[in-house]
C-alpha cells in the first residue's frame, strides 16, 4: 500500500501520491501515527493498570496496542485521503 502511494497506476494514469500530496504526505500520517498512539497508549495503559491492578500486565496491554493501532491508523488515515468526499 505504501508502495502504490508513490507509483503511479498505469491503468488508471493517476498519480496517487502526487493527487494526495496536497492534502497530507505519508510522512505527516506517520508522524501523526506516532503522536496519537502515544496519548492513546498512556489512555491504554492507565485503565489497563486501574482494571488489572497490575503496572506490567497494564504495559504489556498498552506495548502490543501500541504497535497494532498505529499500523491501523497510518491505512486509515491514507484510505480516508483517497476518498473525495468532505474535501
Do not use: C
Not at 506516532?34 to 491504554?44: K, N, P, Q
Not at 497494564?58 to 468526499?85: D, P
Amino acid at each position: 500500500m505504501i508502495v502504490d502511494q508513490l507509483t503511479v497506476d498505469s491503468k488508471n494514469q493517476k498519480t496517487t501520491f502526487q493527487k494526495d500530496k496536497t492534502s497530507e504526505s505519508p510522512k505527516r500520517s506517520i508522524v501523526k501515527s506516532i503522536s496519537w498512539r502515544i496519548v492513546g497508549t498512556i489512555d491504554t495503559i492507565i485503565i489497563s493498570w486501574i482494571v488489572t491492578g497490575t503496572l506490567t500486565l497494564a504495559f504489556s496491554i498498552g506495548l502490543i496496542e501500541l504497535v497494532t493501532k498505529m499500523v491501523l491508523y497510518f491505512f486509515h488515515e491514507r484510505i480516508w485521503n483517497k476518498i473525495s468526499w468532505g474535501k
